[in-house]
């Protein structure tokens, strides 16, 4: 399976930087895809973001999610903190952890994942993973907190991933805080 990836983010209103941030890597069909909101917004939180995203470029092609969390968590150490959401794909098989405050939506297979408690840089104590089994057709949606998860499948249909990310923040944004949508369809 491919997993086809778009995403679209947005400072929040007034500001030029947006302290959220968006990773995605395709390597030997492992694709992992990630959204990070550091707290607060403006140029110290895109800061944050940033080391982040250096973690994340850095990394082994073969780190587990939890891995990759524990890095985040250790690299972020110093800074304002973040929230996150990591998901790794391989052979049809998604494997996630979200700490804070970063939605995962799902139009297709459902995902049991609960968020873990925490900031990343600051307090992590038990992250929860979760691990599920995809379908071709599947769609997933990444928030960030600065768009709302309370929305309407039906509004994205027949709309591809840069279509619906358009869609989703065109109707869901929250202009008072940085905000990210991300897309990523299965297909075969």
Known sequence: ????????????DGEQQSGDAVFTRRIDGVD???VIDALG???RAAETSAVGLDALAESSPTA???ELIDLLHTRLRGTRGAAAMVCVC????????SVGNVELLSLGTRIPWVPSPGILGASLRRTRLFEV???PGDRLILLSDGVSPRIDPSALRGQNAKEACRTLMSKYRRPHDDATVMVADIEP
Do not use: A, W
């Open 64 to 66: 587990s999610v939890s």
């Open 133 to 135: 089994q995809l379908t």
């Open 32 to 34: 992992l895809f990630v």
């Open 41 to 43: 917004h403006g140029d």
């Open 90 to 97: 391989k052979d049809g098989k998604l494997e996630g952890c």
């Open 1 to 12: 399976m491919k997993v086809s990836i778009d995403y679209l983010i947005i400072p929040k």
